[in-house]
């Protein structure tokens, strides 16, 4: 077992470690939704929230399920299968109390369910073993990290929506090279703190 602070791990999960600009993990809603910072951080915080507890459910799923009876060539499947129900229940339950909200997401909750970076996490967690506040702090701290960049490039992406970008570079191009840049950017923290 891996003996870093969670303290630590949650830090570095959004700056050094950001599981979006250190692994590009959730890269396909980060480019189709980052226009605008509403919808960037509404996306954001769900994804946060979803991300949270998936990580946590299935960290129970793996250490008293999985492991216990031998199953634990089944987290692929089995931690898919978590973040997909866990993400139908959060929609039924803002579609039935929450209506507003629910209508405000719109497609992009049902798209959480297919966002690599939320499987992504509970398998780092399950391969660097962490232990529960450690898989706590790296699942707050992944989905803090998404968002702090998907709502950066909402700002980068409407402070150059006016601006003259050659005709090549218009749309996906200047998405990538500017998360390029982010990227390069959150690696410079690296000397601060590392997890691997």
């Not at 915080?45 to 960290?59: D, E, H, K, P, W």
């Not at 529960?132 to 490039?153: D, N, R």
Request: charged share 10%.
């Amino acid at each position: 077992m891996i003996t870093v602070s969670p303290l630590v791990i949650f830090f570095a999960a959004i700056f050094t470690n950001n599981i979006l600009l250190a692994n590009f993990l959730g890269m396909c809603s980060f480019i189709a939704v980052s226009s605008e910072i509403k919808t960037s951080l509404g996306l954001g915080q769900a994804v946060t929230f979803v991300l949270t507890f998936t990580t946590i459910f299935n960290y129970f799923i793996y250490h008293y399920i999985l492991l216990p009876f031998g199953l634990e060539y089944l987290r692929f499947i089995v931690f898919i299968i978590s973040i997909a129900a866990f993400v139908q229940l959060v929609e039924m339950v803002l579609d039935r109390y929450f209506e507003s909200l629910y209508y405000a997401l719109g497609i992009f909750l049902p798209l959480i369910t297919v966002n690599c970076a939320i499987l992504g996490v509970s398998l780092f967690m399950v391969i660097r073993q962490y232990s529960f506040y450690q898989t706590l702090a790296f699942g707050v701290g992944s989905g803090l990290g998404w968002t702090l960049a998907i709502v950066a490039m909402a700002g980068i992406r409407q402070r150059i929506k006016h601006s003259k970008i050659p005709k090549g570079l218009e749309g996906a191009g200047i998405t990538l090279i500017i998360t390029g840049i982010m990227a390069l950017a959150f690696l410079g923290f690296s000397g601060i703190v590392q997890i691997q």
